[in-house]
């Protein structure tokens, strides 16, 4: 139930229409901008805060802000560094990594939909993705600035901002809140569809291979991983406790750190699988290294805890039905949008 109560909020905040093409993608228009979906995605399920339409002018402050490393400490460490559109817009590594070789606790989600996504982080601590880019900037792990104001006095000392500001706001004055619209309104653009899924859900048969086929059934069905990856964009939004970490000494208990209620002791949300094939390691804490790996994990019902989800529990798939669900997985990896890099940055 929460997870349902969760979407009717976030369609009711969209201001938006869908306009269906010829081909069976979407047009998403809000606020005047008009923005093209890849097959398989949905308009109605956008998120898009009321005074930050993501336009040319915001997506393209955003695009250099998000792969600018002088907004952290020491000018090695960017948005990039973490969401590298190499790996799917997540990093290659178990834990993400920042300023002077310093290493986090949790995986690098990825940016990859998150116009479909309110609540940002592992632990949803973020309400959208304007208060998401606020932390790591300040985070001494990430980016190590001392302050929001330090960040924003070194763009300001960057002339080349204020004309891009003034393009993207109307005013050069830059505000850290500027900056977190600019960034969200480039991630809000990075979309991934027309996978080979898509286009088999499109009509298209050949598109998908008898293995993935297989596994897609399985996915619906014996597997039980649609309860929670769920939806055209496979994640039902919400927390769930799988046992990921909890026999370490010291567990990270997620979710329960923000709502302090029992029921979220060791709760991460559901990450979405498009494009899983390119986010590798896997879990919030990089444990799983493949895609066998986490669904053999499954398939023992993950680890045992006092939280654990009721929705785990162990599904004795055969080896061949492990190798079917992994094709199905696979055939979820599509054609990404944005992801060029900036070769130049305003001086």
């Not at 330090?150 to 080349?160: T, V």
């Not at 997620?254 to 709760?267: F, L, P």
Request: charged share 20%.
């Amino acid at each position: 139930m929460r997870a349902v109560t969760r979407w009717i909020l976030v369609v009711a905040l969209v201001s938006a229409g869908a306009i269906a093409s010829a081909a069976g993608t979407t047009t998403l228009t809000v606020g005047g901008v008009s923005i093209p979906l890849p097959l398989g995605l949905q308009a109605d399920a956008a998120y898009v805060p009321e005074g930050n339409a993501p336009t040319a002018e915001r997506v393209a402050l955003g695009r250099l802000l998000y792969f600018d490393t002088r907004l952290s400490a020491d000018n090695t460490v960017s948005c990039a560094t973490c969401h590298d559109p190499a790996h799917g817009f997540a990093e290659p590594r178990a834990t993400s990594s920042g300023i002077r070789g310093q290493v986090g606790a949790r995986n690098a989600p990825t940016v990859l939909n998150r116009l479909f996504s309110k609540e940002q982080f592992w632990d949803g601590r973020a309400g959208d993705l304007e208060e998401q880019a606020h932390g790591p900037i300040v985070n001494q792990i990430e980016m190590g600035m001392a302050s929001h104001d330090q960040c924003i006095e070194r763009l300001r000392g960057i002339k080349g901002y204020g004309p891009l500001f003034e393009k993207a706001f109307g005013t050069p004055e830059i505000t850290m809140p500027r900056v977190a619209q600019a960034i969200a309104s480039y991630e809000r653009r990075v979309l991934t569809g027309n996978s080979p899924f898509d286009r088999y859900q499109a009509g298209d048969h050949g598109a998908m291979s008898d293995a993935a086929v297989r596994g897609m059934a399985l996915f619906n069905a014996k597997g039980n991983c649609v309860t929670c990856h769920a939806g055209f964009n496979f994640t039902d939004e919400s927390y769930h406790n799988l046992g990921v970490g909890m026999d370490a000494k010291a567990p990270d208990l997620g979710r329960y750190a923000i709502t302090k209620q029992d029921v979220d002791r060791g709760a991460f949300k559901t990450p979405t699988l498009r494009n899983v094939t390119q986010t590798a390691p896997y879990m919030h804490d990089g444990k799983e290294k493949t895609l066998r790996d986490v669904v053999v994990f499954y398939n023992q019902g993950g680890r045992a805890n006092p939280w654990l989800s009721k929705e785990m529990r162990p599904l004795a798939l055969a080896d061949a039905e492990i190798a079917d669900l992994v094709a199905f997985l696979e055939a979820l990896t599509g054609e990404i949008t944005e992801q060029s890099v900036p070769t130049t940055f305003p001086q």
